[in-house]
C-alpha cells in the first residue's frame, strides 16, 4: 500500500521567513495530494491541495509543487506569521472510486515573532 | 451547521466497556469516513460509506469496531470491549462524493480508555 514519509517533524522560522515541508510517497498511482493544517484541539482543516497532472498551485502566502518521476511534494509558506504555527499534515491518495488519504507524520510550525 | 459535527468531544471509559461516536457529516454529502489519529502521529483511515452503504473497513484494527450510517447521513461508530490501546481521537470527514473533492474534518472525538 502507499507510504507517505514527511520531513521535517519540526520547523521555527523567524516571522516574516519562508517555511517549506516536505513528503514523499511510494505508489505511483497516487494522483491526489493534500495539505492540511491542525491546531491544537482542533480536526485537519485542508488548505491548499493539487493534483497529478499539475506541477503547482498558488494561493496567497501557500504553493505545493508535485513532481511525479521523483515522487514527492512539498508545501511552501512564505512571509510566515504567528498564526501560521500549527502542526501541518501531508497526504497522498488514489482515485480508485473513493479517496482513501494515507497520511504523513506531521511537520510542527513555530513561528517566532 | 456548516461543518462537520462530532459528539461528544471527550469520552472518558473503563477498560471493557462499549462506546459509541457520532458524527453529523455536511449537509448533502454523500462520502464519509472514520480515522484514528493517534498522539503525535497522522491520521488513519478506519473505514468510508459512500451513502448508507459500507465500501470498505480495511483499516477497522479488530471486529470490536463496528461503524454504521443507517440513513446515509449520521454515522456511528462503535467500540466493543475497550482496551487501553484504543485511546486516540477519532475524526470524522466527509465529501461531496464525486471524485478528487476534498475531505472536510470535524473536530474529533478524544476517547481515553482507563
Known amino acids: 500500500g502507499e507510504n507517505v514519509e514527511q520531513h521535517p517533524s519540526t520547523l521555527s522560522v523567524q516571522e516574516g521567513d519562508s517555511a517549506v515541508i516536505k513528503c514523499t510517497y511510494s505508489d505511483s498511482a497516487s494522483n491526489y495530494f493534500p495539505w492540511y493544517k491542525q491546531e491544537l484541539g482542533k480536526g485537519p482543516q485542508l488548505i491548499i491541495d493539487?493534483?497529478?497532472?499539475?506541477g503547482e498551485k498558488k494561493d496567497q502566502r501557500i504553493a505545493v509543487t508535485l513532481n511525479k518521476t521523483a515522487k514527492h511534494f512539498s508545501l511552501h509558506i512564505t512571509e510566515t506569521q504567528p498564526e501560521d504555527s500549527a502542526v501541518y499534515f501531508c497526504a497522498a491518495s488514489m482515485n480508485t472510486g473513493f479517496q482513501k488519504l494515507v497520511f504523513g507524520t506531521g511537520t510542527r510550525l513555530l513561528v517566532s515573532p | 451547521g456548516a461543518g462537520v459535527s462530532q459528539s461528544p468531544r471527550y469520552k472518558v471509559a473503563k477498560r471493557g466497556q462499549d462506546v459509541a461516536l457520532r458524527c453529523d457529516p455536511i449537509s448533502g454529502h454523500v462520502s464519509l469516513f472514520w480515522y484514528q489519529q493517534a498522539l503525535g502521529q497522522g491520521p488513519e483511515f478506519l473505514t468510508y460509506f459512500q451513502n448508507e452503504a459500507q465500501l470498505d473497513k480495511s483499516g477497522l484494527p479488530s471486529d470490536r469496531f463496528f461503524a454504521e450510517r443507517p440513513e446515509g447521513s449520521v454515522s456511528t461508530l462503535k467500540i466493543q470491549r475497550t482496551q487501553q490501546e484504543d485511546s486516540a481521537v477519532y475524526l470524522c470527514?466527509?465529501?461531496?462524493?464525486?471524485?478528487?473533492?476534498?475531505?472536510?474534518f470535524g473536530d474529533g472525538t478524544r476517547l481515553s480508555i482507563l
Open positions: 470527514a466527509s465529501s461531496p462524493g464525486q471524485k478528487n473533492q476534498p475531505q472536510h
Open positions: 493539487i493534483r497529478s497532472n499539475v
